[in-house]
T-cell receptor, first 117, second 117 residues
């Protein structure tokens, strides 16, 4: 089945630094990837839609300058949390849509837990 | 507004007993319907989906779900629960059509399933 790899799975950083999280589709091409944020015991909150070769589409209330998204190829999207602060600590999950499937199914990465000290 | 409701925060069931995790949705048209499972500190794993056809959908790990159009429900079921089924379960809906929400999954809040020995 389709596999989405997310890296790193855990990262701890100091306040003020930037952190990059990668999301890769390993055996399919993804024109569209999605980035979610999940708070403890809560559902996934869609942050942005990442489109290959174009700018990401951010959900209302999500700071695009804070959460930089790049989707430079059909298999890779990156989320960079710039100037991270403790309130950015969260579980970030990406998902990807196989461009050759038309069922709407999304494949999810394992998630990345960010802790900002 | 489009939404997915999982009315139970937690479902407790004894091992070997049948389980049901409820999901109802408020989405126009005939959406795609999904169930995902999340284990601690992990991404979401796909369980099953309804696209069209038979209202009873069979998925991974012995789970199944029944689509009821008149009640706009898509309840997850399993005839005999296992302790290892204990996890967080998310119902998700993807509207059909070419509107702005075409690519987006709408998630329910999640239901924690606890299976006791």
């Amino acid at each position: 089945g389709a596999v989405v790899s997310q890296h790193p799975s855990r990262v701890i950083c100091k306040s003020g630094t930037s952190v990059k999280i990668e999301c890769r589709s390993l055996d399919f091409q993804a024109t569209t990837m999605f980035w979610y944020r999940q708070f403890p015991k809560q559902s996934l909150m869609l942050m942005a839609t990442s489109n290959e070769g174009s700018k990401a589409t951010y959900e209302q209330g999500v700071e695009k300058d804070k959460f930089l998204i790049n989707h430079a190829s059909l298999t890779l999207s990156t989320l960079t949390v710039t100037s991270a602060h403790p309130e950015d600590s969260s579980f970030y999950i990406c998902s990807a849509r196989d461009r050759d499937l038309h069922t709407g199914e999304l494949f999810f990465g394992e998630g990345s837990r960010l802790t900002v000290l | 507004a489009q939404s997915v409701a999982q009315p139970e925060d937690q479902v407790n069931v004894a091992e070997g007993n049948p389980l049901t995790v409820k999901c109802t949705y408020s989405v126009s048209g005939n959406p795609y319907l999904f169930w995902y499972v999340q284990y601690p500190n992990r991404g979401l794993q796909f369980l099953l989906k309804y696209i069209t056809g038979d209202n009873l959908v069979k998925g991974s790990y012995g789970f199944e779900a029944e689509f009821n159009k008149s009640q706009t429900s898509f309840h997850l079921k399993k005839p005999s629960a296992l302790v290892s089924d204990s996890a967080l379960y998310f119902c998700a809906v993807r509207p059909r059509g070419s509107s702005g929400g075409y690519n987006k999954l709408i998630f329910g809040a999640g239901t924690r399933l606890a299976v006791h020995p």
